[in-house]
């Protein structure tokens, strides 16, 4: 079946870039996500990325997608102490978007000050 | 509009006992789902739904039960709670492809 994989930690300092990384296995998967968790909340929605792109920046994030390789990168520029959070990498396998998403694990991102 | 709200917040039961988690979505989606999320597990669907009328398992649905008998609602059954039923529950909404909409989320804890 599908498995999205994850590291579960990353640490960065505050003010450095943040790059964090999910490989998928599903490749005829149409969307790709990334959430974010704060402790004690629900998950916001952060990004995605159509399986057609290669890159998509908005504000401080960008998102890059290898295909080929099926990997996924989100990179967090310029890392703030709320940005400490957990990071879900998720993708629509083939169902296209009806029948639920796949996700990773989670990467804890801790910040340093 | 208040996306997708679940309640209750928290909850405690005793083994054997049922309840229903609620998720209410004012965004006239047509998707919607059910997940735990686990310690170290991410999130599992346990069930999911395409619209009124039909649903259907996702990776781990046993020990609870889904109806959607409008687009708005979609309750979670528990039938007769267990601990490994010990975790937080999300709900989502969604039309497609431009991501999904949470909840706030149930913790419940079986004892």
């Known amino acids: 079946g599908e498995d999205v994989e994850q590291s579960l930690f990353l640490s960065v300092r505050e003010g450095d870039s943040s790059v964090i990384n999910c490989t998928y296995t599903?490749?005829?998967?149409?969307?790709l996500y990334w959430y974010k968790q704060e402790p004690g909340a629900g998950l916001q929605l952060l990004t995605y990325i159509f399986s057609n792109m290669d890159m998509k920046q908005d504000q401080r994030l960008t998102v890059l997608l290898n295909k080929k390789d099926k990997h996924l990168s989100l990179r967090i520029a310029d890392t703030q102490t709320g940005d400490s959070a957990i990071y879900f990498c998720?993708?629509?396998?083939?169902?296209?978007?009806?029948?639920?998403?796949?996700f990773g694990k989670g990467t804890h991102l801790i910040i340093q000050p | 509009n208040a996306g997708v709200t679940q309640t209750p917040k928290f909850q405690v039961l005793k083994t054997g006992q049922s309840m229903t988690l609620q998720c209410a979505q004012d965004?006239?989606?047509?998707?919607m789902s059910w997940y735990r999320q686990d310690p170290g597990m991410g999130l599992r669907l346990i069930h999911y739904?395409?619209?009124?009328?039909?649903?259907d398992q996702g990776e781990v649905p046993n020990g609870y039960n889904v109806s959607r008998s409008t687009t708005e609602d979609f309750p979670l059954r528990l039938l007769s709670a267990a601990p490994s039923q010990t975790s937080v529950y999300f709900c989502?909404?969604?039309?497609?492809?431009?991501?999904?909409?949470f909840g706030s989320g149930t913790r419940l804890t079986v004892v």
């Open positions: 739904s395409v619209g009124a009328g039909i649903t």
């Open positions: 965004m006239n989606h047509e998707y």
């Open positions: 599903d490749s005829s998967s149409t969307y």
């Open positions: 989502a909404s969604s039309t497609g492809g431009d991501g999904y909409t």
């Open positions: 998720a993708e629509i396998p083939s169902g296209g978007g009806a029948d639920g998403l796949t």
